[in-house]
Nanobody, 120 residues
Framework: QVQLVESGGGLVQPGGSLRLSCAVS????????MGWYRQAPGKQRELVAI???????NYADSGKGRFTISRDNAKKTVYLQMNSLKPEDTAVYYC??????????????WGQGTQVTVSS
């Protein structure tokens, strides 16, 4: 059974940094796109950043220049380095993985979410 386990959230002051990690456990044929989404109270879940298996990245405008997504394919882990954090970055951050199966299909998996709070 595939599971995504996130870590690294917490409370940080404005201007501070956090690094989120998400490890994929279980048997996988391949992991295509990995990424991070976030959901603030009263708002819809939104894309933060994604990275392909080849290392191509895409960022939401809100994080460009401040956030960096990366992945370690050998460890089946995706990271999100967040710098210059703002109060509006406060949200639950969810890890996402697009995983291949033995029968050739692809399944999307989500982590349980990790809270990021930016406040003084």
């Amino acid at each position: 059974q595939v599971q995504l386990v996130e870590s690294g959230g917490g409370l940080v002051q404005p201007g501070g940094s956090l690094r989120l990690s998400c490890a994929v456990s279980g048997s996988t044929i391949g992991i295509y796109i990995m990424g991070w989404y976030r959901q603030a109270p009263g708002k819809q879940r939104e894309l933060v950043a994604i990275v392909t298996s080849g290392g191509s990245t895409n960022y939401a405008d809100s994080g460009k220049g401040r956030f960096t997504i990366s992945r370690d394919n050998a460890k089946k882990t995706v990271y999100l380095q967040m710098n210059s954090l703002k109060p509006e970055d406060t949200a639950v951050y969810y890890c996402y993985a697009d995983v291949g199966t033995a029968v050739g299909s692809r399944i999307n998996y989500w982590g349980q979410g990790t809270q990021v709070t930016v406040s003084s």
